[in-house]
């Protein structure tokens, strides 16, 4: 993280064996500091506690101080994350955890210090613990249609009437929640797609903010990340696509706008640029009038190219496409996917996270191979152009599959707590439903068994799963039913274009000219509608294919 913007004394070393190596020879716990750009505590923190000389003396003296990028390192955020950026944890020179808090002033700084230090002095490494995601195995089970009636239930019983969108607190997005809910419970979904475009779009920057602090939808978080902004682009479109309503579209053309301008970057990258990774969320710029903030400088621009984000915003870009037919959006993903695949991507279809030009992120965690085939998969749908999809699959699927058939979040690292595999249940999902899609792509039955493993690896936990984790019954759902829609035409066609914009948006479009066309029998030029590989239809024509989709 860039300390320009204030003055430490504290000596930071960078994340690795050596840090660690350094602290047991001391004798010294950890003091690991989790730090994102986005984040204006982390900033406030940075500039105010760890510039306090005092402060720092004592870190220096009784702790071995590191400094972690979040973003940049997310193996490490999820196993250190305390609940929100920045992130202050105590860890032993295993890397184990004694204590850790959020955001602290110099005076609940100083307090901690003294505490941590009293129990370390007391009782050393047995002080330590595993966090729960480390201590538990998955609890796996049969996917069972039970899945989706359990999560449909649960948008029943949270939905707030009076606000939209689900809970009685805090309101995020949820865009996976309101996706499942288009298709489930469309007037939730509309209420809640309704509340994000009134009070989280930026309606003079663009962009969507990143939650609500109250039930309402009032006081806005106002951080703006290229990944979560991808998203709720991706669910306007949907909604667009469901409903016909142009609020929905315009919305979703402002996020469309601000990842295109404002997080369009060529900063570290040699082959035309891609999507930064996030605006800082400064509340004062942004409660400002409009004329105001022309003559006031906006919060800095995380300017990392990150590939997983990369790769959701491409998805959303081409969804958009899809539906609007907007050509800008198609070549922005375009000459994004090509920049990501040039430098953070090798033959064998390992994904590097990202690099600055000076420095390389780590490479093959499962959010990046999961993101970037999201991203694959859907321009081999909507353009007809697959790029690496098979081989960031089978990579993904032959390295961090485990004999079980779940999956791990990375590689082993071998330091401190990265050396204990972690199995995430949301970037698990992300890949079965990209392996759904690639199924449907080339009719290999593998890339169906291994998300069934995925999504299985969890059910014995469905019936515990609250809204937050609709996309996990999403997935499900098409694991007991996926629609496969064949067009025996070259991509961008016209019954190829109806087919995207007809299509069920959990279905699969599929391109092909039928000169490829060896394993499925139709007419040339016909689209074909499969569930399951079952023959359930075919058509000619724009206005044919209407008519067997909602037969």
Same mark, same amino acid.
């Given at each position: 993280?860039?300390?320009?913007?204030?003055?430490?004394?504290?000596?930071?070393?960078?994340?690795?064996?050596?840090?660690?190596?350094?602290?047991?020879?001391?004798?010294?716990?950890?003091?690991?500091?989790?730090?994102?750009?986005?984040?204006?505590?982390?900033?406030?923190?940075?500039?105010?506690?760890?510039?306090?000389?005092?402060?720092?003396?004592?870190?220096?003296?009784?702790?071995?101080?590191?400094?972690?990028?979040?973003?940049?390192?997310?193996?490490?955020?999820?196993?250190?994350?305390?609940?929100?950026?920045?992130?202050?944890?105590?860890?032993?020179?295993?890397?184990?955890?004694?204590?850790?808090?959020?955001?602290?002033?110099?005076?609940?700084?100083?307090?901690?210090?003294?505490?941590?230090?009293?129990?370390?002095?007391?009782?050393?490494?047995?002080?330590?613990?595993?966090?729960?995601?480390?201590?538990?195995?998955?609890? $796996?089970? =049969?996917?069972?249609? %039970?899945? *989706?009636?359990?999560?449909? @239930?649960?948008?029943? &019983?949270?939905?707030? /009437? #009076?606000?939209?969108?689900?809970?009685?607190?805090?309101?995020?997005?949820?865009?996976?929640?309101?996706?499942?809910?288009?298709?489930?419970?469309?007037?939730?979904?509309?209420?809640?797609?309704?509340?994000?475009?009134?009070?989280?779009?930026?309606?003079?920057?663009?962009?969507?903010?990143?939650?609500?602090?109250?039930?309402?939808?009032?006081?806005?978080?106002?951080?703006?990340?290229?990944?979560?902004?991808?998203?709720?682009?991706?669910?306007?479109?949907?909604?667009?696509?469901?409903?016909?309503?142009?609020?929905?579209?315009?919305?979703?053309?402002?996020?469309?706008?601000?990842?295109?301008?404002?997080?369009?970057?060529?900063?570290?990258?040699?082959?035309?640029?891609?999507?930064?990774?996030?605006?800082? $969320?400064? =509340?004062?710029?942004? %409660?400002? *009038?409009?004329?105001?903030? @022309?003559?006031?400088? &906006?919060?800095?621009? /995380? #300017?990392?190219?990150?590939?997983?984000?990369?790769?959701?915003?491409?998805?959303?870009?081409?969804?958009?496409?899809?539906?609007?037919?907007?050509?800008?959006?198609?070549?922005?993903?375009?000459?994004?996917?090509?920049?990501?695949?040039?430098?953070?991507?090798?033959?064998?279809?390992?994904?590097?996270?990202?690099?600055?030009?000076?420095?390389?992120?780590?490479?093959?965690?499962?959010?990046?191979?999961?993101?970037?085939?999201?991203?694959?998969?859907?321009?081999?749908?909507?353009?007809?152009?697959?790029?690496?999809?098979?081989?960031?699959?089978?990579?993904?699927?032959?390295?961090?599959?485990?004999?079980?058939?779940?999956?791990?979040?990375?590689?082993?690292?071998?330091?401190?707590?990265?050396?204990?595999?972690?199995?995430?249940?949301?970037?698990?999902? *992300?890949?079965?439903?990209?392996?759904?899609?690639?199924?449907?792509?080339?009719? #290999?039955?593998?890339?169906?068994?291994?998300?069934?493993?995925?999504?299985?690896?969890?059910?014995?936990?469905?019936?515990?799963?609250?809204?937050?984790?609709?996309?996990?019954?999403?997935?499900?759902?098409?694991?007991?039913?996926?629609?496969?829609?064949?067009?025996?035409?070259?991509?961008?066609?016209?019954?190829?274009?109806?087919?995207?914009?007809?299509?069920?948006?959990?279905?699969?479009?599929?391109?092909?000219?039928?000169?490829?066309?060896?394993?499925?029998?139709?007419?040339?030029?016909?689209?074909?509608?499969?569930?399951?590989?079952?023959?359930?239809?075919?058509?000619?024509?724009?206005?044919?294919?209407?008519?067997?989709?909602?037969?």
């Amino acid at each position: 993280m860039d300390n320009s913007s204030g003055v430490t004394h504290v000596e930071w070393r960078e994340w690795g064996q050596e840090a660690f190596e350094e602290a047991s020879e001391a004798g010294k716990p950890v003091l690991l500091a989790l730090m994102t750009e986005w984040s204006e505590e982390s900033h406030k923190m940075e500039a105010a506690t760890y510039a306090e000389p005092r402060i720092a003396a004592n870190i220096n003296d009784g702790f071995i101080p590191v400094r972690v990028d979040a973003d940049r390192r997310p193996a490490i955020r999820e196993r250190y994350n305390m609940g929100g950026f920045p992130s202050t944890v105590f860890c032993t020179p295993e890397g184990q955890i004694l204590t850790g808090a959020t955001t602290l002033g110099i005076d609940g700084f100083r307090e901690i210090l003294d505490r941590v230090r009293r129990t370390w002095d007391s009782n050393g490494e047995e002080a330590g613990s595993l966090p729960r995601s480390l201590r538990e195995e998955p609890p $796996g089970g =049969e996917v069972t249609a %039970r899945v *989706e009636e359990h999560m449909v @239930e649960q948008l029943l &019983a949270t939905h707030d /009437d #009076e606000f939209g969108g689900w809970g009685t607190d805090v309101k995020f997005p949820l865009p996976r929640t309101i996706e499942f809910a288009l298709v489930r419970a469309r007037d939730q979904a509309t209420r809640a797609l309704d509340a994000v475009q009134t009070h989280l779009l930026d309606t003079y920057d663009g962009g969507f903010y990143r939650f609500s602090r109250n039930r309402n939808w009032r006081a806005a978080r106002c951080e703006k990340l290229a990944d979560e902004n991808a998203a709720v682009v991706r669910a306007l479109a949907h909604g667009y696509r469901y409903t016909g309503e142009e609020s929905y579209r315009e919305s979703a053309e402002r996020g469309v706008e601000f990842l295109t301008t404002t997080l369009w970057t060529d900063e570290g990258s040699q082959d035309g640029g891609a999507f930064a990774a996030s605006q800082g $969320g400064d =509340e004062e710029y942004f %409660r400002l *009038e409009p004329t105001e903030r @022309e003559n006031t400088d &906006a919060p800095a621009v /995380d #300017e990392t190219i990150f590939a997983g984000h990369n790769g959701l915003v491409i998805d959303a870009l081409l969804r958009y496409y899809a539906y609007t037919d907007d050509e800008m959006a198609r070549q922005y993903a375009r000459q994004a996917r090509e920049t990501i695949l040039n430098t953070l991507v090798d033959e064998s279809g390992r994904v590097t996270r990202f690099h600055d030009g000076q420095t390389a992120g780590p490479s093959g965690l499962l959010v990046d191979q999961a993101r970037l085939l999201r991203a694959l998969t859907t321009s081999w749908s909507v353009l007809g152009e697959p790029g690496p999809a098979v081989a960031v699959a089978d990579w993904t699927l032959d390295t961090l599959q485990t004999a079980d058939g779940s999956f791990q979040d990375s590689p082993d690292d071998g330091t401190a707590l990265l050396a204990d595999p972690q199995y995430p249940l949301d970037t698990a999902v *992300e890949l079965a439903d990209s392996l759904l899609d690639l199924w449907g792509l080339t009719g #290999e039955k593998r890339y169906r068994e291994a998300a069934n493993d995925a999504i299985g690896t969890f059910a014995g936990a469905a019936e515990r799963m609250g809204v937050e984790v609709a996309h996990y019954a999403t997935v499900a759902a098409r694991l007991d039913g996926l629609e496969v829609l064949t067009v025996g035409t070259e991509a961008e066609s016209e019954l190829h274009r109806a087919a995207l914009r007809l299509a069920d948006h959990e279905a699969v479009v599929v391109p092909e000219p039928a000169s490829t066309i060896t394993t499925r029998e139709r007419p040339e030029a016909a689209a074909c509608l499969l569930t399951d590989g079952e023959r359930q239809g075919e058509a000619r024509t724009p206005a044919e294919l209407e008519a067997l989709l909602t037969a």
